[in-house]
C-alpha cells in the first residue's frame, strides 16, 4: 500500500472532525507527516489543517527550529501554531518534556479536533522494548495507542505500521529538508540507548525485529482490550444496591469481588482505579489483600498515589481530595440557608421549603461527631447517635465528617438524614467531590 493510502486509511474515521492539528517539531517524521497532508487536500476533501509546534527552550538552537518551521509552513499554506512551554526538572528530562508538550497540545484543542503524531513503527517498537524492560503489564506492553483521548479532543497516531525507512523515502522522492535533535544522540537516555545501541544488536541477528515487535504491540493491545471488556462486567456485577444517593464516592461491592479470581480482581480494579490514581505495581497490590480480607470490624486502609481506598458497610470507597484533608472541629454559626464548610462541601438549611429568617437562624450553630451525642427522635426519645447512624448505615469515614445542626446546645438535626431532622427542615449535605491525579 503506498504511504498516501496507508494514511487516508489510517485517518478514515476522523474526516468529519472540526479540525486537524499536526504536531509539528521541523524533525524528519512530521515533515512528512505535514508535507504529504498539505499534498492531499488538494484532491482530498479533509479538515482545516493547523500545525503546532511546541518550542520546550531546552536546545541552543529551539530559535532556529521555530524559523524553520514557520518557513516550511509558509511554503505549504498551512498555519503554524508556535507553544512554549517550561519543562519542569527531574530524574526524568524526557518524562517532563513530554508531560509539557502534551499539555500544551491538550490545552489548544476544541471538542472533537483531533492532534495527529507522526510516531512510527519504529518508535512503537522502542516504546513497547522500554516498556517491558521497566516490567509494564498487558496495558503497558501495548505500547502506543492508534488512537486516544486527548482533552477535548483526539490524538492519533496514523502511521504506527509504517516504517521509519519508508518515511526516509518519501523525503528524498520530495527533496524535504528538517531538523535534527542533537539530544536524539545522546544515548545517556533510555529510548536513544535502546535506538542506538540495542535495535542495530537485535537486527543483525533478527532483520525484522522492529516489525515483529510492533505486531506484537497490536497483539497487547488487542489482549488489553479484551481484558477492559472482562473488566467492565466484573464492575457492573460489583456496582451493587444501597449507596446512599447523597454520597457521591466511587465504590464497589467487596462480596461480588471476593468472588472473583485473585487475577480477574486485580484486573477489574485496575481498569477502575486508572480514573483516580496511578497504578500500583506487584509488590503494593498486598494492600488490596489486606483490605479485602479484614475483619467486618476493622477499618483497613489502602494508601495510593493521591488517594486511598476504604472499607465501610461492605463496600470498598475510593477518597481523595479534601476527603483527606483536616476540616475545623470548632463549632460554627450558621448565618446563612447556604453555608460554605472548610475542606469539607457545603451545608443547606431550609425549613418548609424556604430558606429560614435571620430569627430562624438564632443561635443554630454547626458541629461534628465528637462522641456519645444523644438526640431527641419523636416517640422514640432520646438515643445515642452512634446506634442512629448505624441503623442509617452511614460508613464510619462519612460520620465524622456528617454535619450535625446545633440550638443552644442541643442537637437538632443531623444533615441527609431526613428521619432525624426537625418537621419541615431539610438540613442537605454536599460532601467534597474526589479528585483524579
Not at 25 to 30: H, I, Q, R
Not at 83 to 92: D, H, K, L
Amino acid at each position: 500500500m503506498s504511504l498516501e493510502r496507508e494514511l487516508l486509511s489510517a485517518l478514515a474515521p476522523w474526516r468529519d472532525a472540526p479540525r486537524w492539528f499536526v504536531a509539528f517539531s521541523g524533525g524528519l517524521d512530521s515533515s512528512v507527516l505535514l508535507h504529504l497532508l498539505s499534498r492531499l487536500r488538494q484532491t482530498q476533501k479533509l479538515p482545516p489543517l493547523v500545525a503546532v509546534h511546541v518550542d520546550h527552550g531546552l536546545q541552543a538552537a529551539a530559535g532556529d527550529w521555530v524559523r524553520h518551521c514557520r518557513s516550511r509552513c509558509g511554503e505549504l499554506a498551512v498555519p503554524l501554531e508556535v507553544r512554549q512551554v517550561e519543562v519542569e526538572s527531574g530524574a526524568s528530562l524526557e518524562r517532563a518534556a513530554r508531560q509539557a508538550r502534551y499539555a500544551a497540545f491538550e490545552a489548544l484543542l476544541e471538542p472533537e479536533d483531533v492532534l495527529l503524531c507522526a510516531h512510527h513503527r519504529d518508535d512503537q517498537a522502542e516504546t513497547l522494548l522500554f516498556r517491558l524492560l521497566r516490567g509494564s503489564g498487558v496495558r503497558g506492553l501495548g505500547a502506543m495507542a492508534p488512537a486516544r483521548r486527548l482533552g477535548r479532543g483526539w490524538l492519533v497516531r496514523p502511521w504506527l505500521s509504517v516504517s521509519r525507512e519508508t518515511l526516509e523515502g518519501y523525503a528524498r522522492q520530495f527533496g524535504l529538508t528538517w531538523v535534527e535533535d542533537p539530544s536524539n544522540r545522546q544515548v545517556d537516555f533510555a529510548r536513544n540507548y535502546l535506538r542506538h545501541e540495542v535495535f542495530p544488536v537485535l537486527e543483525r541477528r533478527w532483520p525484522q525485529a522492529k516489525r515483529v515487535i510492533g505486531r506484537a504491540a497490536a497483539h497487547f493491545a488487542e489482549a488489553d482490550a479484551l481484558l477492559g471488556e472482562l473488566a467492565e462486567d466484573d464492575l457492573r456485577n460489583a456496582a451493587g444496591q444501597g449507596v446512599p444517593g447523597w454520597l457521591p464516592l466511587p465504590s464497589l461491592d467487596l462480596a461480588a469481588l471476593g468472588r472473583l479470581s485473585p487475577a480477574r480482581q486485580r484486573n477489574a480494579l485496575r481498569h477502575w482505579l486508572r480514573a483516580w490514581t496511578l497504578l500500583p505495581d506487584s509488590e503494593h497490590w498486598a494492600g488490596w489483600r489486606n483490605l479485602l480480607d479484614a475483619s467486618e470490624d476493622a477499618c483497613p486502609i489502602w494508601r495510593l498515589t493521591g488517594g486511598e481506598l476504604r472499607r465501610a458497610n461492605g463496600r470498598v470507597w475510593w477518597l481523595s481530595g479534601q476527603w483527606l484533608a483536616p476540616w475545623p472541629a470548632e463549632a460554627l454559626a450558621i448565618r446563612a440557608s447556604e453555608t460554605p464548610l472548610p475542606n469539607n462541601g457545603q451545608l443547606t438549611l431550609t425549613i418548609g421549603g424556604k430558606a429560614p429568617s435571620g430569627v430562624e437562624l438564632g443561635a443554630l450553630t454547626l458541629r461534628y461527631r465528637q462522641g456519645g451525642e444523644l438526640m431527641h427522635v419523636g416517640s422514640r426519645g432520646r438515643r445515642d447517635l452512634k446506634r442512629l447512624l448505624n441503623e442509617a448505615d452511614v460508613p464510619w469515614f462519612v460520620r465524622q465528617r456528617l454535619p450535625l445542626v446545633y440550638r443552644d446546645g442541643e442537637l437538632l438535626a443531623v444533615a441527609n438524614l431526613p428521619g432525624l431532622c426537625p418537621p419541615g427542615w431539610e438540613v442537605r449535605w454536599q460532601p467534597p467531590a474526589v479528585t483524579a491525579v
